[in-house]
């Protein structure tokens, strides 16, 4: 077979004349070149474009007729490598989607939150409040305002909280509670940042104008998440799963650009959830408060959410999100036990 022979010292091609004998690529040009077939770097074959072999010297073999490559190469006994036959093949190429998507879906639900464990351990906590209060900084100028509730209001909540949280020998659990005015989409919201910032928006405040101890199970519900570092956690859960998801895609532009969504709108796994419940029935009780204001709550929020369908602006809190659902929930505070 004929094709250009470029030898990596010239700009000009060679003609050259290759064939296949005894284990090795024979290349004749104005003189005759011997390589072993297995030192030879051979083309993987396409649909199109052109054929290039990468010889051991460095020299590269070109063949502009694809067609007639693979021919030559198929006569010559020339078999493709196991990727390239994976790669032409519709089954293969299914089998390898459903394999990666296995291994993402792993990787999600048990890889990542073990390996964000081990991290978070080694987290120190100045590098969590500033990871915090940059959240808090980006959620602020992305959606959120200065509260508009009165001072005395907001006073009047944060001596409350911080005299449950005492009573319930929390205290050595730092936080800051953040009032803030949040867009009409945002709906009646609370949520906890790594390193103990808390935000309250109005809305839940007059969403419980008559049930300000609903308001306070809230924020030891988000206290919980505090106590447990999930919004740590979720963050370095996503960050670990997008990490991997770069490498094998080559885009991270993503990655950074999320994290104020991902803690402002925290999806927590329903253990996180039930956890982070506990705390704040164990913190009502300690601090004298019924359980039971929060099983008013969640009937509220679900007669809101009925009022709501069909119109695609209201997001559930986080604080009050969807796993475990409503009825589970309202049984958890109105119980005992």
């Known amino acids: 077979m004929t094709l250009d022979c470029f030898d990596g010292r010239s700009a000009q091609a060679q003609p050259a004349q290759i064939w296949l004998q005894d284990g090795a690529l024979h290349v004749l040009t104005t003189q005759l070149q011997r390589h072993p077939v ?75 939150p073990a390996a964000a464990d081990v991290v978070v351990r080694w987290v120190p906590p100045a590098l969590e409040r500033s990871i915090g209060e940059n959240a808090l900084s980006q959620v602020d100028e992305l959606w959120l305002q200065p509260s508009k509730l009165k001072a005395e209001q907001q006073q009047r909540l944060q001596e409350r909280f911080a005299a449950l949280v005492t009573a319930s020998g929390q205290g050595a659990t730092s936080y800051r509670l953040h009032f803030r005015a949040g867009p009409k989409a945002m709906g009646p919201n609370a949520f906890a940042l790594p390193g103990g910032d808390i935000v309250l928006t109005d809305a839940l405040v007059e969403f419980l104008s008559d049930q300000e101890d609903a308001v ?52 927590y796994s329903r253990e996180a959830e039930r956890e982070a419940d506990r705390c704040a029935r164990d913190t009502l009780r300690a601090g004298g408060l019924s359980p039971t204001v929060m099983a008013v709550f969640f009937e509220r929020l679900q007669g809101l959410r009925k009022g709501k369908e069909g119109e695609g602006r209201f997001s559930v809190p986080s604080a009050i999100a969807s796993h475990p659902d409503d009825e589970e929930r309202r049984r958890f505070f109105s119980s005992p036990n």
Do not use: I, Y
Not at 69 to 89: K, N, P, Y
Not at 220 to 240: D, N
């Open 216 to 267: 306070l199970g809230v924020l030891a519900h988000e206290l919980g998440h505090v106590k447990h570092q999930h919004g740590l956690r979720l963050l370095v859960k996503s960050s670990l799963v997008g990490a991997m998801a770069g490498l094998m895609l080559g885009d991270f532009s993503s990655l950074l650009a999320g994290v104020p969504a991902v803690l402002a709108n925290a999806g």
């Open 38 to 112: 297995r030192a030879v770097h051979w083309p993987e074959r396409q649909r199109h474009g052109q054929r290039q072999v990468l010889l051991p010297d460095g020299a590269v073999l070109s063949c502009t007729d694809s067609a007639r490559w693979d021919a030559w190469a198929r006569d010559s006994g020339l078999r493709d490598s196991l990727t390239v036959r994976w790669m032409q093949s519709w089954r293969g190429a299914g089998v390898a989607a459903l394999l990666m998507l296995a291994f993402a879906f792993s990787l999600w639900r048990w890889g990542a």
